[in-house]
């Protein structure tokens, strides 16, 4: 449990009363199973251009949700009224709701079993509150920022804003939880950009600073260098727009946790989510290569790659004291020694395959839809023996290139096939690194990526990276997770120049 406790605001709800009366309507109803949710979401978003603000726009989304099974059969309904006689009403919609659906279901529902948590509370770790801080201080803030950028030689526009969130829940089940939370997550944005009107193009340079599960603070300083970034990324910018063209091919790779993190998310993250390797996502997200008959025989990656799932991370975006089916935050193994060893699961599809308990990954965004299976915190593992650090990892590249940043992405359906760019690239010669380098896209097969994997740094190169808004689900619902790496060496990974491609 965090620092802080969860808002009087929040606990003043009547949440025991909606509770009683949801669940005991259910059961009255028939069903077998029924847990209530009561599910707030707080957000601000807070845009400037050019130190100008565009937008402040504040969102508190309120509401009730319950789910039931009858028969083996979910049955799910919400409202945004809270009192005893609209909970018990809802409650018994859902059961109507499943009895309408019962005729069509040919995989009835058998859920994992879960021990009871009776009066369980968790908050994430944060230091301040972003909702307590006044906004007129955070624009000042997020102005400064961008004054700095403006004032450099080179930058023609700055754009800045930061996304904040408060996630408040009560969970309550007929096997008698009762499970209240809340979390608090941030993102910030900072971007500089420099305008080349006689060549009609443009380069940006973006903050390499991830989403987090933290407060305020984190935007004045506690897990972020801002002093030092803002200082450096007008200089990084110049170098990139007078960057040469890479020269296509194979080439060695160092690359730096603030990149490989994407590539973690959608080649592996995506493709161990047991939802979709046996198909439930197949009409809008894909499938995975990393189906269920290869488990513990893939080949995932060399004997180094050791990756894992985690929901108790620390200002981890994805992490939680207890997920949406009510089962407590673990971590767990996804690939050892490069083999693939395990899925992400809720508690419909723990059963399925063949494990007694899921590993706690139900998650809905708002309390009008219902919960699915989604993501952990999935993170590739720093090397246990040897603190390398990524100057050691390019020390060892006699001709290649180190990657910076996230940027733009692309992944077949099946997460097999990708091509990755980022921010800034630098040629390795002999061991150092040696100027950027432009127009840089890496491509290559899952397995084939993982394959080449030499080595990876040591803990004091792993750090978190991560997203606000990964996509699933019909209708669509977006979540934050965070992914954790070191920096990593790969062999003869083919290289695109991406100027040429787009010119053909």
């Given at each position: 449990?965090?620092?802080?406790?969860?808002?009087?605001?929040?606990?003043?709800?009547?949440?025991?009363?909606?509770?009683?009366?949801?669940?005991?309507?259910?059961?009255?109803?028939?069903?077998?199973?029924?847990?209530?949710?009561?599910?707030?979401?707080?957000?601000?978003?807070?845009?400037?251009?050019?130190?100008?603000?565009?937008?402040?726009?504040?969102?508190?989304?309120?509401?009730?949700?319950?789910?039931?099974?009858?028969?083996?059969?979910?049955?799910?309904?919400?409202?945004?009224?809270?009192?005893?006689?609209?909970?018990?009403?809802?409650?018994?919609?859902?059961?109507?709701?499943?009895?309408?659906?019962?005729?069509?279901?040919?995989?009835?529902?058998?859920?994992?079993?879960?021990?009871?948590?009776?009066?369980?509370?968790?908050?994430?770790?944060?230091?301040?509150?972003?909702?307590?801080?006044?906004?007129?201080?955070?624009?000042?803030?997020?102005?400064?920022?961008?004054?700095?950028?403006?004032?450099?030689?080179?930058?023609?526009?700055?754009?800045?804003?930061?996304?904040?969130?408060?996630?408040?829940?009560?969970?309550?089940?007929?096997?008698?939880?009762?499970?209240?939370?809340?979390?608090?997550?941030?993102?910030?944005?900072?971007e500089a950009t420099a305008v080349d009107a006689a060549a009609g193009n443009f380069e940006t340079m973006r903050t390499l600073a991830p989403p987090v599960g933290r407060g305020w603070e984190y935007l004045t300083g506690?897990?972020?260098?801002?002093?030092?970034?803002?200082?450096?990324?007008?200089?990084?910018?110049?170098?990139?727009?007078?960057?040469?063209?890479?020269?296509?091919?194979?080439?060695?790779?160092?690359?730096?946790?603030?990149?490989?993190?994407?590539?973690?998310?959608?080649?592996?993250?995506?493709?161990?989510?047991?939802?979709?390797?046996?198909?439930?996502?197949?009409?809008?997200?894909?499938?995975?290569?990393?189906?269920?008959?290869?488990?513990?025989?893939?080949?995932?990656?060399?004997?180094?790659?050791?990756?894992?799932?985690?929901?108790?991370?620390?200002?981890?975006?994805?992490?939680?004291?207890?997920?949406?089916?009510?089962?407590?935050?673990?971590?767990?193994?996804?690939?050892?020694?490069?083999?693939?060893?395990?899925?992400?699961?809720?508690?419909?599809?723990?059963?399925?395959?063949g494990l007694t308990r899921s590993n706690g990954c139900s998650y809905a965004d708002s309390p009008h839809h219902v919960p699915i299976q989604r993501m952990a915190n999935v993170s590739l593992q720093p090397d246990p023996?040897?603190?390398?650090?990524?100057?050691?990892?390019?020390?060892?590249?006699?001709?290649?290139?180190?990657?910076?940043?996230?940027?733009?992405?692309?992944?077949?359906?099946?997460?097999?096939?990708?091509?990755?760019?980022?921010?800034?690239?630098?040629?390795?010669?002999?061991?150092?690194?040696?100027?950027?380098?432009?127009?840089?896209?890496?491509?290559?097969?899952?397995?084939?990526?993982?394959?080449?994997?030499?080595?990876?740094?040591?803990?004091?190169?792993?750090?978190?990276?991560?997203?606000?808004?990964?996509?699933?689900?019909?209708?669509?619902?977006?979540?934050?997770?965070?992914?954790?790496?070191?920096?990593?060496?790969?062999?003869?990974?083919?290289?695109?120049?991406?100027?040429?491609?787009?010119?053909?």
């Amino acid at each position: 449990m965090g620092t802080h406790a969860v808002d009087p605001d929040f606990l003043a709800l009547p949440l025991t009363s909606l509770a009683d009366a949801a669940l005991s309507a259910a059961r009255a109803a028939g069903a077998g199973h029924a847990d209530v949710r009561v599910h707030r979401l707080l957000t601000q978003s807070i845009r400037l251009r050019d130190g100008a603000v565009q937008s402040v726009v504040d969102g508190d989304e309120l509401g009730l949700a319950v789910r039931v099974i009858v028969d083996g059969t979910w049955g799910f309904a919400s409202h945004a009224e809270l009192t005893p006689e609209t909970a018990a009403r809802t409650a018994a919609r859902a059961v109507e709701v499943a009895r309408a659906l019962r005729a069509l279901n040919r995989d009835p529902v058998d859920l994992a079993e879960e021990p009871r948590y009776p009066s369980a509370v968790w908050v994430s770790e944060y230091d301040t509150d972003p909702f307590a801080v006044p906004t007129t201080d955070k624009v000042e803030l997020l102005g400064e920022y961008s004054g700095r950028l403006a004032a450099a030689d080179g930058v023609d526009h700055v754009t800045a804003g930061v996304l904040q969130v408060k996630e408040q829940t009560f969970y309550a089940d007929l096997a008698g939880s009762r499970i209240t939370q809340q979390r608090v997550r941030l993102h910030p944005e900072l971007e500089a950009t420099a305008v080349d009107a006689a060549a009609g193009n443009f380069e940006t340079m973006r903050t390499l600073a991830p989403p987090v599960g933290r407060g305020w603070e984190y935007l004045t300083g506690t897990g972020w260098d801002w002093d030092t970034e803002l200082t450096r990324i007008p200089e990084w910018l110049a170098e990139k727009a007078k960057a040469l063209s890479v020269t296509a091919g194979a080439t060695d790779l160092v690359i730096d946790p603030t990149n490989l993190w994407l590539t973690i998310h959608e080649s592996i993250g995506h493709a161990t989510e047991y939802d979709r390797a046996i198909g439930y996502e197949s009409a809008y997200a894909g499938t995975s290569f990393a189906t269920p008959d290869k488990l513990g025989a893939l080949r995932y990656g060399t004997p180094i790659m050791h990756v894992t799932a985690d929901r108790t991370q620390v200002h981890g975006l994805a992490s939680v004291g207890y997920d949406d089916d009510g089962v407590a935050a673990q971590s767990w193994d996804l690939v050892q020694g490069g083999v693939l060893v395990g899925y992400q699961l809720d508690r419909v599809f723990a059963p399925r395959l063949g494990l007694t308990r899921s590993n706690g990954c139900s998650y809905a965004d708002s309390p009008h839809h219902v919960p699915i299976q989604r993501m952990a915190n999935v993170s590739l593992q720093p090397d246990p023996v040897d603190d390398a650090s990524t100057e050691d990892l390019i020390s060892r590249v006699n001709d290649g290139i180190y990657v910076v940043g996230d940027k733009s992405w692309s992944i077949d359906m099946q997460r097999y096939n990708f091509q990755f760019t980022g921010q800034r690239f630098y040629r390795i010669r002999g061991g150092k690194l040696d100027g950027q380098v432009r127009d840089v896209a890496y491509q290559a097969t899952t397995t084939d990526f993982w394959g080449s994997m030499e080595a990876v740094g040591g803990p004091s190169t792993w750090r978190l990276g991560g997203a606000f808004n990964c996509g699933k689900a019909q209708p669509g619902q977006v979540a934050a997770v965070s992914h954790g790496c070191p920096s990593a060496l790969f062999r003869g990974v083919n290289v695109l120049n991406t100027r040429e491609e787009s010119s053909r």
